[in-house]
């Protein structure tokens, strides 16, 4: 099925953490899917990215090959979240987890000839494309700054990672507009319920 690439599904803060959320309710075995099972919506995907992560990346991203690249973007992704979820739990990294990382982001870099980078311009000269799978093997390296490190949360209602950006740091959920609502709606739910069995009670 064809995904809607929307705003939401772009609300990690950063490439490397929308592309981990490709993984849907990840810690829920039974009902865990993979939005990257068909490698088209890899391009896809990078196509949204290049809109909803401008701000970031500043290139358009492109993928010459999305069968061929699918393999190195599933294991970099996995990799990433292996690594970050434990500081997103208040928990320190794992050396086994950053081998497997570092592994994963040099087999996505290796072999590209690409223009990489300037302190002003980490992804390289602006508007100029760039391979989807060296963008995120960037992205992902840049969630080792401890700047990063300490903003990196779970969502509480989805399970999914996201840099919190916000000023001092208070924001819960990955997406107010969808996990924060239901959230405070699954709240108000049981409130209204226990009220009404203690009146009828």
Known sequence: MTVAWTAHRFSGGILAL????????????????DRFDDPAEISRFAAAASIFRHQ????????????????????????????????????????????GFLRHCATAIDGR???????DAPFGPPDKPLAFETA????????????????????????????????????????????GNRTKARHHYRRTRMQGEKTYG
Not at 152 to 161: A, T
């Open 18 to 33: 929308d592309t981990t959320n490709t993984v849907v309710l990840r810690c829920d075995p039974a009902r865990r899917f």
């Open 56 to 99: 970031e990346i500043g290139r358009p991203l492109t993928v010459a090959d999305a069968d061929a690249v699918a393999p190195k973007v599933r294991a970099l992704r996995e990799s990433t979240d292996a690594l970050f979820r434990r500081p997103a739990a208040g928990k320190p990294l794992e050396a086994d987890a950053m081998a």
């Open 113 to 119: 000839e690409e223009l990489l980078a300037t302190a």
């Open 136 to 179: 995120l093997a960037v992205s992902a390296l840049s969630l080792l700054l401890p700047a990063n490190l300490k903003r990196l949360k779970i969502c509480p209602n989805c399970g999914w990672l996201f840099l919190d950006k916000s000023r001092n740091s208070s924001r819960l959920w990955c997406d107010m507009s969808v996990c």
